[in-house]
Protein backbone atom coordinates (compact mmCIF):
# COMPACT_ATOMS: atom_id res chain seq x y z
CA UNK A 1 0.00 0.00 0.00
CA UNK A 2 1.71 3.58 -1.00
CA UNK A 3 0.72 6.55 -0.13
CA UNK A 4 -1.53 8.48 -2.36
CA UNK A 5 0.78 11.55 -2.41
CA UNK A 6 4.23 11.26 -2.01
CA UNK A 7 5.54 10.43 1.38
CA UNK A 8 7.75 12.96 2.85
CA UNK A 9 10.45 11.03 4.17
CA UNK A 10 13.15 13.67 7.12
CA UNK A 11 16.60 12.27 7.04
CA UNK A 12 18.96 13.38 9.74
CA UNK A 13 22.65 12.25 9.62
CA UNK A 14 25.48 14.73 9.79
CA UNK A 15 27.46 11.92 7.69
CA UNK A 16 27.13 13.82 3.83
CA UNK A 17 27.48 10.27 1.99
CA UNK A 18 24.34 8.60 3.92
CA UNK A 19 22.39 11.36 3.69
CA UNK A 20 23.39 11.51 -0.49
CA UNK A 21 22.67 8.07 -0.48
CA UNK A 22 19.40 7.63 1.28
CA UNK A 23 18.14 11.47 -0.25
CA UNK A 24 18.83 9.48 -3.91
CA UNK A 25 17.49 6.07 -2.92
CA UNK A 26 14.29 7.72 -1.80
CA UNK A 27 13.44 10.27 -4.56
CA UNK A 28 14.21 6.92 -7.08
CA UNK A 29 11.09 5.71 -5.07
CA UNK A 30 8.63 8.32 -5.61
CA UNK A 31 10.00 10.15 -2.08
CA UNK A 32 9.66 13.24 -0.88
CA UNK A 33 12.86 13.96 0.90
CA UNK A 34 14.15 16.64 3.56
CA UNK A 35 17.77 16.57 4.81
CA UNK A 36 19.20 17.79 8.09
CA UNK A 37 22.70 17.36 8.89
CA UNK A 38 22.59 17.28 12.57
CA UNK A 39 20.02 16.61 15.56
CA UNK A 40 18.96 20.68 16.41
CA UNK A 41 18.20 20.84 12.49
CA UNK A 42 16.49 17.85 12.32
CA UNK A 43 14.03 18.65 15.38
CA UNK A 44 13.35 22.03 13.58
CA UNK A 45 12.71 20.22 9.77
CA UNK A 46 10.45 17.45 11.57
CA UNK A 47 8.72 20.56 13.49
CA UNK A 48 8.40 22.62 10.27
CA UNK A 49 7.67 20.06 7.83
CA UNK A 50 6.05 17.35 9.31
CA UNK A 51 6.62 14.67 7.75
CA UNK A 52 5.31 10.69 7.27
CA UNK A 53 8.54 9.48 8.35
CA UNK A 54 12.24 10.11 10.10
CA UNK A 55 15.17 8.17 9.59
CA UNK A 56 17.68 9.04 12.39
CA UNK A 57 21.19 9.14 13.33
CA UNK A 58 22.14 8.15 17.33
CA UNK A 59 25.23 9.81 17.13
CA UNK A 60 25.43 13.42 15.91
CA UNK A 61 26.63 17.31 16.77
CA UNK A 62 24.21 19.55 18.59
CA UNK A 63 21.90 17.04 19.56
CA UNK A 64 21.88 12.89 19.55
CA UNK A 65 19.23 11.13 18.18
CA UNK A 66 18.20 9.97 21.27
CA UNK A 67 17.51 13.84 22.37
CA UNK A 68 15.69 14.36 18.86
CA UNK A 69 13.54 11.04 19.33
CA UNK A 70 12.62 11.90 22.92
CA UNK A 71 11.59 15.62 21.48
CA UNK A 72 9.66 14.63 19.00
CA UNK A 73 7.84 12.02 21.12
CA UNK A 74 6.48 14.50 23.94
CA UNK A 75 5.54 17.10 21.02
CA UNK A 76 2.17 16.03 20.44
CA UNK A 77 2.42 17.49 16.81
CA UNK A 78 5.08 15.13 16.16
CA UNK A 79 4.47 12.21 18.11
CA UNK A 80 2.67 9.76 15.86
CA UNK A 81 5.64 10.61 13.34
CA UNK A 82 7.30 7.07 12.94
CA UNK A 83 11.00 7.34 13.45
CA UNK A 84 13.52 4.62 12.34
CA UNK A 85 17.38 4.85 14.16
CA UNK A 86 20.08 4.24 11.32
CA UNK A 87 23.07 3.91 13.44
CA UNK A 88 26.59 1.97 14.08
CA UNK A 89 25.52 1.88 17.61
CA UNK A 90 24.86 -2.11 17.93
CA UNK A 91 24.70 -3.12 21.22
CA UNK A 92 21.71 -4.67 22.78
CA UNK A 93 21.29 -1.66 24.95
CA UNK A 94 21.45 1.17 22.29
CA UNK A 95 18.45 -0.59 20.88
CA UNK A 96 16.81 -0.75 24.29
CA UNK A 97 17.39 2.74 24.75
CA UNK A 98 15.66 3.79 20.96
CA UNK A 99 13.02 1.72 21.55
CA UNK A 100 12.12 3.22 25.60
CA UNK A 101 12.12 6.49 23.71
CA UNK A 102 8.97 4.88 20.73
CA UNK A 103 11.20 4.72 17.98
CA UNK A 104 9.79 2.39 15.60
CA UNK A 105 12.32 0.78 13.82
CA UNK A 106 16.46 -0.12 14.26
CA UNK A 107 18.90 -0.40 10.94
CA UNK A 108 22.41 -0.63 11.98
CA UNK A 109 25.26 0.63 9.58
CA UNK A 110 26.16 -0.58 7.38
CA UNK A 111 22.53 -1.33 6.13
CA UNK A 112 20.82 -1.93 2.25
CA UNK A 113 18.95 1.14 1.35
CA UNK A 114 17.04 -1.16 -0.24
CA UNK A 115 16.05 -2.78 2.77
CA UNK A 116 15.29 0.55 4.77
CA UNK A 117 12.97 1.44 1.95
CA UNK A 118 10.91 -1.62 2.53
CA UNK A 119 11.11 -1.06 6.26
CA UNK A 120 9.66 2.81 5.84
CA UNK A 121 7.07 1.52 3.42
CA UNK A 122 5.91 -1.15 5.78
CA UNK A 123 5.89 1.49 8.73
CA UNK A 124 3.95 3.83 6.12
CA UNK A 125 1.72 1.53 5.78
CA UNK A 126 0.62 0.52 9.37
CA UNK A 127 0.77 4.57 10.55
CA UNK A 128 -1.23 4.76 7.57
CA UNK A 129 -3.63 2.08 8.79
CA UNK A 130 -3.79 3.27 12.16
CA UNK A 131 -5.26 6.78 11.10
CA UNK A 132 -7.78 5.41 8.75
CA UNK A 133 -11.48 5.43 10.22
CA UNK A 134 -12.99 1.47 10.96
CA UNK A 135 -15.13 0.69 7.56
CA UNK A 136 -18.52 0.30 7.82
CA UNK A 137 -20.28 -2.80 9.25
CA UNK A 138 -21.79 -4.72 6.78
CA UNK A 139 -25.68 -4.31 6.98
CA UNK A 140 -26.69 -7.75 8.27
CA UNK A 141 -23.32 -9.63 9.48
CA UNK A 142 -22.88 -12.97 8.37
CA UNK A 143 -24.73 -12.41 5.27
CA UNK A 144 -23.76 -11.66 1.58
CA UNK A 145 -25.23 -11.70 -1.35
CA UNK A 146 -23.16 -14.92 -2.41
CA UNK A 147 -24.27 -17.18 0.23
CA UNK A 148 -28.08 -16.25 -0.05
CA UNK A 149 -29.28 -19.35 -1.81
CA UNK A 150 -33.30 -19.26 -3.30
CA UNK A 151 -35.39 -22.37 -2.44
Known sequence: MRFMAPATVLV???DPVILKL???NFEMEGFEVVRASDGAEGLERARAVLPDIVILDVMMPRM???EVAKALREDQATA???IIFVTARAQS???ERGMELGVDDYVTKPFDPLDLIA???????RSQAAHEP???P??????DASSATAP
Open 64 to 66: TGY
Open 12 to 14: VDD
Open 22 to 24: LEV
Open 80 to 82: HIP
Open 134 to 136: PPD
Open 138 to 143: PAEPGL
Open 93 to 95: SDV
Open 119 to 125: RVNTLLA
